[in-house]
């Protein structure tokens, strides 16, 4: 019997089916299909020729959009085998491209698959969400290639199509994503690309990764990092002050188990600590990352101790402490990673804790010794932070005084709310006494409350807890939100579950969101991740045509709007130049009122982009600022952080 080009058996039917199912609900296997999973078809691509280059058979990767939104992806692996798989009877390839989980269950040689994004799911479903996918594949001197079409049917079975020269091998598989799956968008952004490629070069070292955009005018990116992590950590404190010159890197294997970190201490205050496995991000965490902190903080504690450094009766330095300015990488590969927590990025394998602890503290240990004018920088930065702590514990206290809150409502400067139900109550923080003033008319006073900020806050990014402190309008808020800050920060005294920043639609009221986003993102980061920070996205034109009115956000939108009403129609329209020219009745209407205003919810999404966005912007220098204002403008919404 011929299985190559028998078509549509039982087999082939429950295959399509399962395809099929793929179809049905996308947001299953590749989480959803918005942009972000448009973009997760090409990780799921690419992951397959990272686990060859990691087996250790292909150094190169190239990715390619075409016009038109195609993707290619090109490696120069071995080439996927071009047999017959004998439980299908269907080819290998077809097989991998057909039927669901087929991928995992293939690899081969004892090695095991060391990426694959957070869902894993592979080639199929890429082929079950595309238009149509080639697949070309260069081995022993023959060229073999199958398509599929309308969502994973394929067109033939594989085929030899020629002969290459004998050392060529490799892998190409192009594709278009399927607009009636991807409604939102089919077009791919060229930083959300080359971000992540950047990614895996730095956290694979020595893979060369290439990104050619041929949409419009051509760009393209080569990655290449022989010192992976090493290098990626430079690359974090390019702009910082770090505090001694080498990278730490350390490195070793237990159990199959692989551990790698670089770290490098800067002069600023924040810690940058990033943590991977099998190449996902674990934005929350983990055991590798508890390991590595607990040993840190142990050995440093030691080390300060035997060195005489810290005295007997003095306080131990707290994890905080040694982390203050520290910019840090961890990388754990892991053959059976269990992912946990919220949005599953949170390593929850029991064993790798000790692993973590024992390979970091035994190099990091050896490093100290080895370099002692080192660890002095290390220490000395971590006993001020312990010093600055301890000062800004007194400060604290005045916000948490029970007649805090009194204080700040009697002063005028809190409307609150009168519910006492976080889960119902918002608070609005606005820009300028006058937006206040309509604020406080317009809210819905059971479940809304109104902050107007007086002064400039506290551009945060070069002071430590203490300084921000001392700065009233900073007071003012961590009383209102009721959480308290720093070490003593608790989430779940927060007293309102949406932080609704309301600013102007113009450079100001971007620069006051981004000194706000500053603020919250380095003190108060659980209530960003938590989800309970929004902006507000007050309109810049009502248009009143005979006796409707409508709000319009953006320029294109009122050309939109205009385009539907009758040629010879004259519109009544008014620009809004900031919050405080709006009566309380169009506020109210357009960015307070819950059944028509436009929350944007604001994410940790991207904790590390956000943090270089937020060190280049908010830093000593002030040209990347000025240059970043001038080009984005209001576009500060896309900021994401
Ligand atoms: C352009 C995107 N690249 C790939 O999708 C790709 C898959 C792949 C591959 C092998 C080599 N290169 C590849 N590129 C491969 C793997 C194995 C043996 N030979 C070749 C193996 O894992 O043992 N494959 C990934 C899965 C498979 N091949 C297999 F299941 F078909 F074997």
Known sequence: MNEKIKHYNDDDIQVLEGLEAVRKRPGMYIGTT?????????????????DEALAGYCDDIEVIVEKGNIITVKDD??????????????????????????????????????????????????????????????????????????????????????TCEENRTGTTVRFKADPE???????????????????????????????????????????????????????????????????????????????????????????????FTNNINTYEGGTHEDGVKRALTRIINNYAKNAKILKENDEALTGEDVREGLTMIISCKHPNPQFEGQTKTKLGNAEVRKIADDVFSEGFERFLMENPDEAKIIID?????????????????????????????????????????????????????????????????????????????????????????????????????????????DISKLRYHKIIIMTDADVDGDHIRILLLTLFYRFFRPIVEGGYVYAAQPPLFKVVYGKNIKYVQTEEELAEYRATLPASAKPIVNRFKGLGEMDAEDLRDTTMHIENRVLRKITVEDAMLADQIFTDLMGDDVTPRKKYIEEHGSEFDDLDV
């Open 77 to 162: 692996g071995r080439g996927m085998p071009t047999g017959i798989n004998k439980k299908t009877g269907l080819s290998t390839i077809e097989t991998i491209f057909t039927v669901l989980h087929a991928g995992g269950k293939f690899g081969g040689d004892g090695g095991y698959k060391v990426s694959g994004g957070l869902h894993g799911v592979g080639a199929s479903v890429v082929n079950a969400l595309s238009t149509w996918l080639e697949v070309t594949v260069y081995h022993d001197s023959k060229i073999y290639y199958q398509k599929f079409e309308n969502g994973g049917h394929p067109v033939e079975p594989l085929k030899e199509i020629g």
């Open 34 to 50: 918005s942009e972000r999973g448009l973009h997760h078809l090409v990780w799921e691509i690419v992951d397959n020729s990272i």
């Open 381 to 489: 930065k971590a006993s001020t932070a312990a010093r600055a702590r301890l000062a800004a514990k007194k400060a604290r206290e005045l916000t948490r005084r029970k007649s805090a809150l009194d204080t700040i409502n009697t002063l005028g400067k809190l409307a609150d709310c009168t519910s006492k139900d976080a889960s119902i109550s918002e608070i609005f923080i606005v820009e300028g006494d006058s937006a206040g003033g309509s604020a406080k008319s317009a809210r819905i006073p059971a479940t809304q409350a109104i902050l107007p900020l007086r002064g400039k806050i506290l551009n945060v990014e070069k002071a430590r807890l203490d300084r921000a402190l001392s700065n009233e309008e900073i007071r003012t808020m961590i009383t209102a939100f009721g959480t308290g800050i720093g070490d003593e920060f």
């Open 181 to 275: 799956i991807f409604t939102e968008t089919t077009i791919y952004n060229y930083d959300t690309l080359a971000k992540r490629l950047q990614e895996l070069a730095f956290l694979n070292k020595g893979i060369r990764i290439l990104l050619r955009d041929e949409r419009e005018e051509e760009k393209k990116a080569e990655f290449l990092y022989n010192g992976g992590i090493i290098e990626y950590v430079k690359m974090l404190n390019k702009n910082k002050e770090p505090l001694h010159e080498e990278v730490i890197y350390v490195e070793g294997v237990e159990d199959d188990i692989e551990i790698e970190v670089a770290m490098q201490y800067n002069d600023s205050y924040n810690a940058s600590v990033y943590s």
